[in-house]
């Protein structure tokens, strides 16, 4: 069993910051990708930001320029800085992981936290 937990949120006014962090613990091997997602009222889940074991980065357009994705590999944590936030950014936000939990590849997981609210006032 692997859990996430996701902690930060909040509410900020637009132009603010917030950061979020995320931790993955329990029994695995290795992560692999570790990212955050969210999901605001009436819409699908989507992909914010995410960062490989390598430290490769991929971003959503919309937060380009604004986000940045940070890992440390020795906790199994991941980091979102966000800034410039805007009133469109407001979502409950998601950490996922996925991995392996033993040395052989096909015994992989994937799992989500709970989210953690961000509420951008304009």
């Known amino acids: 069993q692997v859990q996430v937990v996701e902690s930060g949120g909040g509410l900020v006014q637009a132009g603010g910051s917030l950061r979020l962090s995320c931790v993955a613990s329990g029994r695995f091997f290795s992560i692999n990708a570790m990212g955050w997602y969210r999901q605001a009222p009436g819409s699908q889940r989507e992909l914010v930001a995410a960062i490989t074991l390598a430290g490769s980065t991929n971003y959503a357009d919309s937060v380009k320029g604004r986000f940045t994705i940070s890992r440390d590999n020795w906790k199994n944590m991941v980091t979102l800085q966000m800034n410039s936030l805007k009133p469109e950014d407001t979502a409950v936000y998601y950490c996922?992981?996925?991995?392996?939990?033993?040395?052989?590849?096909?015994?992989?997981?994937?799992?989500w936290g709970q989210g953690t609210q961000v509420t951008v006032s304009s």
């Open positions: 996922n992981a996925d991995g392996r939990l033993t040395y052989q590849s096909r015994d992989v997981f994937n799992s």
